[in-house]
DNA sequence: TTTGATCAATTTGTGTACAACGTTGGCGGA
DNA sequence: TCCGCCAACGTTGTACACAAATTGATCAAA
């Protein structure tokens, strides 16, 4: 079977938190897409457990809103529900905002570099990447980002919000045929002007850049489906 | 035993949900101090039910970081982290601003009704009430004042920060020797002033009383422990 | 043909035995 | 007396068997 090895010195929370990692990776790419039921007993296997602990995992991402478990007929993957969606990037957007006010952590020189390299590969990217790793690339960017407030419970949230949000965006900027290869280059554009924002200290800037393209992100998918 | 009746009738969720809201309440009132071990196998026999879903229960107060499990320790009541708190107060305040203005829901008779049976309620508490009815009255409050904001994520998010924050603060106020009596005159004035400004409709200044109440709360407390 | 009930198959929820792990107290030796 | 070892105990974590619930197929009757 496609066994992932399991790490026999990862501590119990470890395993865990991997294997939640990596479910809500697989939602977020639409691996799993919305309304797909997904088995307890094949991703343990799969992960090279008992169904209790995914079990575990299960009901986190339940919790989290990125699934559902409907007794006697499986564990589905939420689907989209525009209102909640609605409401969900709305409050992205003043949280973003907010990760510029507090507890803002000024980057350090590693910082800055490992954001120049993620941008050189976002630019190629642009070029030939696919929706899949165009995402992939979007939560990884997200992920280093996010180290620039010091403020956890802060982090807990937009982290929440932000796979809530991605995955349903996806999906429904395919499905309203959007220009994918224009939402790369935006995505570009924005990452350099955060960049700029970063080398001058100003992270509030940056929340807001941040907090900008968020908003025109989803009014453009409003107004194509229309 | 100290059975708590199950509810044959009440679905698999709902009993969940009894659950957690029960044993989040306890926390929340110190009946269940922090540092304090709580036993799977008791609080399983206490509901009626088995590990299994008392362990799932347990899992969910676990990622709202109200307890943490140690294996082979036991299930522990999160201690005070001040540095947290004070991120998560913050937070807090600018989420509480928040309500004004994302998606304001504006209360209907019935909903001024019962705000004003509870100012009436809270009048006799500000009398003789002790600590442990103050918390409990301010819970309720709190439940019924988030119904004021129509999003969602938001509501969640505020719980969530609220109970982490209500029973450290509690706990600290009990140490540092605050005036609690003085505390619950405060809390009434406020609920006079929000009353005022929900009878006039302005929903984002209810907001921003609450807000302000629970910055000057925190500065109190701060300044009573240094 | 349609409709209805009934049954088998599949899935999640629960209970329980056992494994893994940390703590604590006693015991023995220096 | 003090230190270190270790064994017994209690707790959480895992695995698995079974219960509960839903779905879909199948078949008989209208």
Redesign the pocket.
């Known amino acids: 079977m496609g066994d992932t090895t399991p790490d026999p010195s990862a501590?119990?929370?470890d395993?865990?938190e991997a294997l939640h990692a990596e479910i809500r990776r697989r939602i977020c790419l639409l691996d799993y897409a919305p309304g797909q039921?997904?088995?307890?007993?094949?991703l343990?296997e799969e992960f090279?457990?008992?169904?209790?602990?995914?079990?575990?995992v299960?009901?986190r991402l339940?919790d989290e809103g990125l699934v559902q478990?409907?007794?006697?007929?499986?564990?589905?993957v939420t689907d989209a529900d525009i209102a909640a969606l609605e409401q969900e990037y709305h409050l992205r957007l003043e949280l973003t905002e907010l990760t510029g006010r507090l507890d803002p952590v000024m980057p350090d020189a590693v910082f800055l570099a490992t954001l120049d390299q993620l941008i050189a590969r976002g630019a190629q990217m642009v070029r030939d990447g696919t929706p899949r790793d165009f995402t992939a690339f979007d939560m990884e960017v997200f992920q280093v980002l996010l180290q620039l407030t010091g403020n956890l419970p802060l982090r807990d949230t937009l982290e929440r919000l932000y796979y809530k949000t991605k995955r349903i965006w996806l999906t429904a900027a395919i499905e309203a045929q959007l220009d994918l290869q224009a939402e790369f280059r935006i995505f570009h554009h924005e990452l350099e002007a955060i960049r700029i924002a970063l080398h001058s200290g100003d992270l509030d800037a940056v929340a807001h850049i941040q907090r900008a393209h968020i908003s025109m992100s989803f009014q453009r998918l409003r107004k194509q489906r229309d």
């Open positions: 501590t119990v929370r395993r865990h039921r997904l088995s307890e007993v094949a343990a090279g457990t008992s169904r209790t602990p995914m079990r575990r299960l009901a339940e478990s409907l007794h006697g007929v499986g564990t589905l």
